[in-house]
């Protein structure tokens, strides 16, 4: 046997290359094209909503404030009274989710689902069509919710 014929015989590493190198640009595309999708205006708008929700419940007045459009601040004392108020009737307050998102401009509405009571408690799912706007940037809720 001749030294070419060893040569031609013996397995290369070029298909297992050529395959490794297709996986990591399938990959490298997969995480390109998924790179935005995790902070698109329906996100952001739901982080908005649990956002200001969370601080009614601990009665974070300057977080209410950096999640509400101005025209709905309120004073804090009208807005923690009135959370109290909420909680004295009905428990804590829970979002359960937001859909039906629609974006127009710096402007959107959605339905978000709420209940009230402990974490577990779902019976009490109560829905309300919230409006929202973009603020400096962030979308901020201008509707008060369920009380």
Known sequence: MSGDEADRDRPTATP???ALVIIVVVITAILVINRGEGDGDPQQIGRAV???NDALQ???YEAFKANTCAAKHGTEKEVLDRQ???VAKHGDRYV???GNIAVVGDTATATVKYHFGTADETDTQVSADMMFTREDGQWKVCSQGPA
């Open 84 to 86: 109290r108020d909420s």
């Open 96 to 98: 359960d989710g937001a």
């Open 58 to 60: 601990r009665q974070d």
């Open 50 to 52: 649990v956002a200001q």
């Open 16 to 18: 297992f290359l050529l």
